[in-house]
């Protein structure tokens, strides 16, 4: 997708380390610059476990303390000391994403009428939601109808598991996200999507991880994903829907290209790994 005079909205997903959508650069402000060259987008599911694989032990540091509701974790906070207007609006929209990801999962053609009404919003191949960045995507209406096609047939799904592990994950990737202009499954670290997690529990089987950008309404970004325009496999729709995944983490942050940036990373099987609370020594 190109965006016509303001930052661009980014959908990605990856298992393990694959990278299957395309990446788009910030508009000019004289005109949307055209997309870099791109590598075509594949599905590739991987269960961890590969024999002599050994995990830098850099990359399973310690996480921060542990907090009773993932709803209330102050991580984007953290670095300041403060949970201003927007984290707080970040926190909602985690909520709300958690709800619709299980919505959707729990009758997926609930979110047909929706993607109609989306659908009367393109002229060609422009959609452009009031309120929201106007888009130019590759495949038009075309996309959404498969979309339409796909959910109505799609079986229903079990809901999702919250994980606070992999809430922490997720939010410290989209962290690290919004310190940049980019949009990348790389840790500024050097760290796998898989490696984020494991910093925080044990993973079991399959696994896969999901970045949304430029909406801050839980269900446009679903229906972004379930669209997932010039991605052939449409492999943010198959994550959103695998019914092998049992638990998911969500962290949003602000963006500073893209206003908004959610990571979703969703897991076969998680065991969270068990934090010590900081002790506080006074005197006496």
């Known amino acids: ?48 476990g590969t024999p002599g694989v050994k995990t830098p032990s850099w990359w ?45 999962r729990n009758n997926p053609a609930s979110y047909t009428d929706a993607l109609v009404v989306f659908r009367n919003l393109y002229q060609d191949r422009l959609v452009a939601v009031p309120g929201q960045l106007a888009l130019l995507t590759k495949e038009g209406k075309s996309a959404v109808d498969e979309a339409i096609g796909a959910i109505r047939q799609a079986a229903p799904q079990r809901s999702l598991r919250r994980s606070l592990g992999l809430s922490r994950a997720a939010r410290a990737h989209a962290r690290d996200l919004s310190r940049t202009t980019k949009l990348t499954h790389l840790g500024g670290d050097g760290s796998s999507a898989h490696h984020r997690m494991m910093r925080h529990g044990t993973l079991k089987g399959t696994f896969a991880e999901n970045i949304g950008a430029g909406y801050s309404e839980a269900d446009l970004l679903l229906m972004e994903l379930l669209v997932d325009d010039s991605v052939p496999s449409r492999v943010h729709r198959i994550h959103l829907l695998a019914p092998m995944f049992t638990v998911v983490g969500i962290g949003c942050s602000v963006h500073p290209a893209y206003r908004v940036v959610c990571v979703m990373d969703f897991a076969e099987s998680f065991e969270e790994r068990k934090i010590k609370k900081k002790q506080t020594i006074t005197g006496g």
């Open 1 to 48: 997708m190109t965006v016509l005079d303001k930052p661009c909205l980014l959908v990605l997903a990856a298992c393990w380390v694959v990278a299957c959508a395309p990446s788009h650069s910030p508009s000019s402000p004289t005109g949307p610059r055209s997309a870099p060259e791109q590598k075509k987008p594949e599905l590739f599911w991987k269960t961890w």
């Open 60 to 104: 399973l540091s310690e996480p921060e303390e542990e907090d009773s509701e993932i709803s209330a974790e102050s991580a984007d906070g953290g670095e300041d000391g403060e949970l201003d207007a927007k984290s707080d609006a970040m926190r909602v929209l985690e909520d709300q994403l958690f709800e619709e990801i299980n919505r959707l």
